[in-house]
């Protein structure tokens, strides 16, 4: 592999951990590479230019330079605030962060995702579009990595899917008109899939649903893994959850 030198690139930091004495071990996101990993030397260190720049939620104007799979930082700065998540918000952040690393393969950039990223942490910063920001961002997610929904027509018909009607939508087929007998897949309302293809605002019943439907597609692709930021999540907040559930809120969870 030929040497790689970069400079001026958007990006985010997605996870760090110590390395060595005094570095750290990045995995980072940016717009016109994709995951990038990296070490970021004597970042640790008092007097180190990265002190305090390479934290989550904060664009970051990033620069790297070797031959392997790990690269080495050269450049971090600010490239504007950052999103000061909180609560929840700050947990969902993880979770997107998670599903980064778990689903996107390092070097390959999807700059659609990337922008709607973005867009998706600022959205976190308000508890009330928290739902529909991270079922969007799911939605998006799955179709850059090759496993977008069929949300425009009954496949048994070829007819549009019609807000009224029930269906049954079975993940990498699509969804079906639910029959009495057929408990295949997971139930769905036309009203669900149409909005969640328009990406317009979600009733309460279509948040359940496609919850339920993502969940379930995530659950096949991830084989067996785990996502520690659910665990966490529900670890935290299953009490006070299931409070607001009694009294019919809506929960920004998650998957």
């Keep these: 592999m030929s040497q790689v030198r970069v400079k001026g690139e958007p990006g985010f930091v997605l996870h760090w951990r110590p390395y060595s004495e ?9 717009r016109s590479y994709g995951r990038i990993t990296a070490i970021a030397k004597g970042a640790r260190g008092k007097k180190s230019p990265y002190r305090g720049t390479l ?22 700065e600010w490239a504007g605030p950052g999103a000061a998540l909180a609560g929840s918000g700050l947990f969902c952040g993880f979770y997107l962060n998670e599903l980064l690393i778990k689903f996107l393969h390092r070097y390959d950039p999807h700059e659609r995702l990337f ?11 308000n508890e009330g579009d928290q739902e529909c920001a991270l079922r969007y961002f799911e939605k998006v997610l799955l179709e850059e990595i090759g496993y977008g929904l069929q949300l425009e027509h009954d ?17 990498g087929v699509g969804a079906f008109v639910e029959q009495t007998d057929d408990q295949s897949g997971i139930g769905i309302h036309g ?10 605002p979600l009733s309460q019943r279509s948040q359940r649903e496609v919850k339920q439907l993502h969940r379930a597609i995530f ?14 999540y529900s670890q935290l907040y299953t009490s006070d959850s299931a409070a607001k559930s009694k009294s019919g809120a809506p929960q920004p969870t998650p998957n």
């Design 22 to 30: 005094s570095s750290l071990l990045l995995e980072l996101y940016s």
């Design 155 to 171: 496949q048994t018909s070829g007819e549009k899917i019609l807000p009224t009607s029930r269906y049954r939508y079975q993940p």
């Design 219 to 232: 659950h096949n692709l991830l084989e067996g893994r785990t996502l520690v930021s659910r665990s966490v």
């Design 191 to 200: 009203e669900s899939l149409i909005s969640l293809r328009a990406e317009s």
């Design 55 to 76: 934290r989550p939620f904060a664009l970051i104007t990033l620069g790297w330079s070797g031959k392997g799979e790990v690269k080495t930082l050269t450049q971090g």
């Design 115 to 125: 922008d709607r990223y973005w867009q998706c942490i600022h959205e976190l910063l």
